[in-house]
């Protein structure tokens, strides 16, 4: 059974992270744009300093002003130790460990610029919002997270501090291990089990927990909960797909799809899905499907299930190297 995205495409998500970055900048400059707690930049001042080559920060500040601004020359940007030559249209290589073995993912800063933008839009994020992250700009799943910035104007808090944010996506680890009840959040991702999920949803009933499925072949998320779902989803549902990502459950044997409710492997393609592992073409692909490995159904609704195994390993089994 297959789950297509609500929300199609749209053509000017395609333009890449600094596309999306001369819009907010070229139509509202002096709008609170990207800050590390000490340095604090309008959108227009991070479009200045990525066109001049040259910031006044350092750490993973100076570091996205440096990427976008190679992105925006038409640079290839590699994160970690990914050194091997990237496939397809692959602008952005990132190195990865899953269960002892290294990985070089190949993706298109585009896909990053528009699952942000589709993220946004599911999230409702406006100017107004403030969003916290914790996470390094080497984890896949920072940059759609800047691009829902950049597509909705919100500002931007690498520091991870909470006490002004509306919203909090935690990828780090640590963060996620050493988070607290912040009530004054509207939204709050944990890259983290079902379990710990349970624990925060009960602590904080005023704020909207977003799960998902956490791959970092799809930039981090693909698929999130959805606002209109009912709270008890969240927890126990990866949500549905982003738009321009199609979801297939599939009998692992045969490659057919399976009914609702049906286990069967998760199969992903579309806008944001990885171009391929570098120095190994084709591996983990059929028919422009990426075999995740992992198991799950669908249930009626669109919402991709995990059991709660699948879940616990899902988030150990990679990480980025020290």
């Known amino acids: ?52 080559g040259r910031g006044p920060a350092t750490g993973a500040l100076g570091r996205v002003l440096e990427v976008l601004g190679e992105l925006g020359s038409g640079s290839v940007v590699r994160f970690g130790d990914a050194t091997d030559p990237l496939s397809g249209q692959s602008d952005m290589g990132f190195a990865i460990e899953r269960d002892g073995a290294h990985e070089v993912l190949c993706h298109a800063s585009a896909d990053a610029a528009h699952l942000g933008a589709a993220l946004a839009r599911r999230e409702a994020l406006t100017a107004d919002d403030r969003v ?38 935690l990828l780090e680890p640590g963060a996620v291990a050493d988070y607290r009840p912040a009530p004054g959040l509207a939204r709050l991702h944990l890259r983290t089990g079902r379990a710990h999920l349970t624990e925060v949803a009960e602590a904080l009933p005023g704020t909207r927990l977003v799960n998902g499925l956490t791959l970092p072949e799809t930039f981090g998320l693909a698929l999130t909960s959805d606002p209109r779902d009912p709270a008890a989803t969240v927890v126990a549902t990866c949500g549905r797909p982003l738009g321009g990502i199609e979801v297939m459950v599939v009998d692992p044997r045969t490659g057919m799809d399976v009914l609702l409710y049906q286990t069967g492997e998760v199969w992903l393609r579309g806008a944001g899905v990885f171009q391929g592992y570098a120095g190994r073409p084709g591996a983990g692909f059929t028919d422009r499907f990426f075999r995740t490995g992992v198991l799950g159904h669908l249930d009626s609704e669109g919402r991709l299930v995990l059991p709660e195994v699948e879940e616990v390993a899902l988030v150990r089994s990679w990480s980025l190297p020290d």
């Open 132 to 169: 916290a992250l914790a996470a390094r700009p080497e984890d896949p799943g920072f940059w759609p997270v800047l691009a829902a910035c950049l597509a909705s104007g919100a500002q931007l808090d690498l520091s991870a501090e909470l006490k002004a944010a509306t919203t909090a996506w």
């Open 1 to 52: 059974m297959a789950a297509d995205a609500q929300d199609r495409p749209r053509v000017s998500e395609r333009q890449g992270l600094a596309g999306l970055l001369g819009s907010i900048a070229g139509d509202h400059p002096d709008r609170p744009g990207l800050t590390d707690g000490e340095t604090s930049l309008t959108w227009g001042a991070v479009a200045e300093a990525v066109r001049a």
